[in-house]
């Protein structure tokens, strides 16, 4: 335990910060791939990603932590918070790659593409389990802050 604890905390969060935001730029772009990108089963993967709305969740997860105020940077509790954010984040931009790689080689086949196609139903779905975990990992952060600026009231 004290070696997660000491790890975490020579982690600075405008380190974790800069990792989100470079997490999310690559969402952004491998979102932007995948819907330009021609494949068979194209229009069921937008879907399926549009009615999870990973790029609106991020990009407002984003903004928010941007706008975190400098002095909560030296909690342990508001960087363990940034941390577990910036690996599900991490973890969804893994699996958005492995669906872009499929679909480029699935764009590709000339000869018999329905039965040498990759299908993306097992990333979609552990797109969409990350998803919902990055919705528990937002809100807990949300109340991490939350907790401190009532402990800013009341000082």
Excluded at 99 to 109: G, Q, R, T
């Amino acid at each position: 335990m004290q070696a997660v604890i000491g790890t975490i905390g020579m982690v600075t969060a405008s380190t974790v910060i800069q990792s989100i935001t470079t997490l999310s730029s690559s969402v952004y772009m491998l979102m932007g791939h995948i819907r330009l990108t021609k494949d068979i089963h194209q229009t069921e993967i937008l879907k399926i990603l549009t009615k999870m709305d990973i790029e609106a969740t991020i990009n407002l997860l984003h903004n928010v932590i941007l706008e975190i105020p400098e002095y909560y940077n030296s909690s342990l509790t508001v960087v363990t918070a940034l941390k577990n954010v910036q690996e599900i984040i991490s973890q969804i931009e893994s699996e958005l790659i492995e669906i872009h790689k499929k679909i480029s080689y699935n764009s590709e086949l000339k000869v018999m593409s329905n039965w040498r196609s990759y299908d993306c139903k097992e990333n979609l779905d552990s797109i969409e389990l990350k998803v919902s975990i990055l919705d528990r990992r937002r809100d807990n952060l949300f109340k991490v802050l939350e907790v401190f600026k009532n402990f800013d009231k009341k000082n």
